[in-house]
């Protein structure tokens, strides 16, 4: 990796911890309990994203195109981990339909978007000079290691290890499919639903429905992997590279 490629990266991972650790600790200090407050101080960082995107115009750069429907079986197993957080949380709180409106809004179109926009577009991009297995792996490592801050909200170490992996798995997943041709926005949508679910919950998801998750995204980063390697090299490098 050259020098420059990787002062970039430092500098796109020490922004965004930057942020996190900003909000983290405004939420420590004055516990909102507004959805919106919570994540208040991330607006900036997305807007910052936004406007860097919109004004490069590298939306296609950046994977944002429309969403392909031939690619809908493919990304069925996405519901699938959906339904089993949706079952493991016993649905949605739905003790305040604003509260909900708000949360869905700040995970999807600042958090998801802060997250997807870093990790599966701006880095995915930079690594792939570097060859796609690269890209994935280094992208989906540092995506898994970035929710280690969870430590410092005074989450426990065993939480934190589950989380980390768990994150991995879903990076992998996450960039693959984007280099098989996938939109971003699908990885946004997913990335928002897969939290907004568990904060909105009725309860905890469960350590088995954890296990079991960690199982599906395995089994299903494996399945990426080996159509990946049987489209022909041309044509997944015009899909990885496409701009």
Not at 50 to 67: G, N, Q, S, T
Not at 113 to 122: A, L, M, W
């Amino acid at each position: 990796m050259n020098p420059k490629m990787l002062i970039k990266i430092i500098g796109l991972e020490s922004l965004l911890i930057f942020f996190y650790v900003l909000n983290g600790a405004f939420v420590s200090i004055k516990q909102p309990l507004s959805p919106f407050l919570q994540f208040a101080l991330l607006i900036p960082f997305a807007l910052g994203l936004f406007m860097y995107i919109a004004a490069k115009k590298k939306w296609r750069v950046y994977f944002f195109y429309p969403i392909k429907k031939n690619h809908f079986f493919i990304t069925l197993p996405l519901l699938l981990i959906l339904g089993i957080i949706l079952v493991s949380t016993k649905g949605l709180n739905m003790t305040s339909i604003s509260d909900l409106i708000v949360m869905f809004i700040m995970q999807t179109f600042i958090v998801a978007f802060i997250e997807e926009s870093v990790f599966r577009g701006i880095m995915l991009r930079m690594l792939l000079a570097k060859g796609a297995f690269s890209a994935v792996w280094i992208s989906s490592i540092l995506f898994g290691v970035t929710h280690a801050l969870q430590l410092l909200g005074g989450q426990s170490v065993e939480d934190t290890i589950l989380q980390i992996i768990y994150a991995l798995l879903v990076g992998l997943v996450l960039a693959l499919l984007v280099l098989e041709g996938q939109s971003i926005i699908v990885t946004i949508i997913f990335h928002g639903l897969n939290n907004f679910f568990n904060i909105m919950g009725n309860t905890e998801g469960s350590m088995l429905s954890a296990y079991l998750i960690i199982f599906v995204l395995f089994i299903y980063m494996l399945t990426l992997w080996r159509r990946l390697k049987k489209i022909d090299h041309n044509l997944f490098m015009k899909n990885a590279k496409s701009i």
